[in-house]
């Protein structure tokens, strides 16, 4: 095995040992001290074992939208609607000032001709 999957191995243990302290600790016949002291100890130990993780990095919309009870492929749709939408209004401004320039050519060409000429040839 891996060591990166042996820490997530270990992430995961450190998990589940501190969930059932959690769960030792809403019994009302226990050391609170103890497990308190048990449970500050495994979230350390989660800490510093999961800085060895190599984790993937997931946004926390998806991580509301899961906690939310709905589907992360919607962010991920959501999202990509959004970049069509802002490429489309990008493309449009673009579009718009094609068409401007355009204008503003034939506008020139009216009032000044041999320089306009002049720069066509200059472009080419």
């Known amino acids: ?4 999957k042996q820490n997530l191995n270990q992430v995961i243990y ?3 040992k501190t969930l059932e302290i959690l769960h030792q600790l809403s019994s009302f016949d226990v050391d609170v001290a103890s497990h308190l002291n048990n449970l500050v100890f495994e979230i350390d130990n989660m800490a510093k074992l999961g800085e060895n993780c190599h984790s993937i990095k997931v946004p926390m919309e ?3 939208l ?3 009870g709905k589907n ?3 962010f991920a749709r959501d999202l990509l609607n959004n970049c069509i939408a802002k490429n ?3 493309k449009g401004k673009v ?3 094609k068409d401007l320039r355009g204008h503003l050519l034939e506008d020139l060409e ?3 001709p041999d320089e306009v000429e002049d720069y066509r040839q200059r472009r080419i």
């Open 1 to 4: 095995m891996d060591s990166s």
């Open 14 to 16: 450190s998990i589940d």
């Open 62 to 64: 998806v991580l509301n």
């Open 66 to 68: 899961i906690d939310n």
């Open 72 to 74: 992360p492929d919607e």
């Open 88 to 90: 489309q209004i990008t």
């Open 95 to 97: 579009d718009a000032f």
């Open 110 to 112: 009216h009032a000044f």
